[in-house]
């Protein structure tokens, strides 16, 4: 089983800055992505940023050019930079992992973390 802790949630002011992170443990044989989502009340789970093996990374449209992930392999832990914060980025974010428990194993599972609330107001 593998255990995903989110950190860096809070209130920030809108035009402000937040990094998130979220550190991966248990049995790890090897990382396919790491990556964040986030839910807004009375939306659907969405896309943030995702980084997947080889360096490929993914944005959703509306944090194109605000935000930026990435991912300490060492300390199996992503981060996502969040810059020009706006008062629609209100929401919990959910980190995600695919990750391969075992060698042999040909496909990772997805695993997520509990939330964190990022809250942009002034």
């Known amino acids: 089983q593998v255990q995903l802790v989110e950190s860096g949630g809070g209130l920030v002011q809108p035009g402000g800055s937040l990094r998130l992170s979220c550190a991966a443990s248990?049995?790890?044989?090897?990382?396919?992505?790491m990556g964040w989502y986030r839910q807004a009340p009375g939306k659907e789970r969405e896309l943030v940023a995702s980084e997947r093996g080889g360096g490929n990374l993914d944005y959703g449209e509306s944090v194109k050019g605000r935000f930026t992930v990435s991912i300490d392999y060492p300390k199996k832990t992503v981060y996502l930079q969040m810059n020009s914060l706006k008062s629609e980025d209100t929401a919990v974010y959910y980190c995600h992992a695919n990750i391969r428990g075992w060698w042999y194993e040909t496909d990772g599972v997805d695993y997520w973390g509990k939330g964190t609330l990022v809250n942009v107001s002034s």
């Open positions: 248990g049995r790890i044989f090897s990382i396919n992505a």
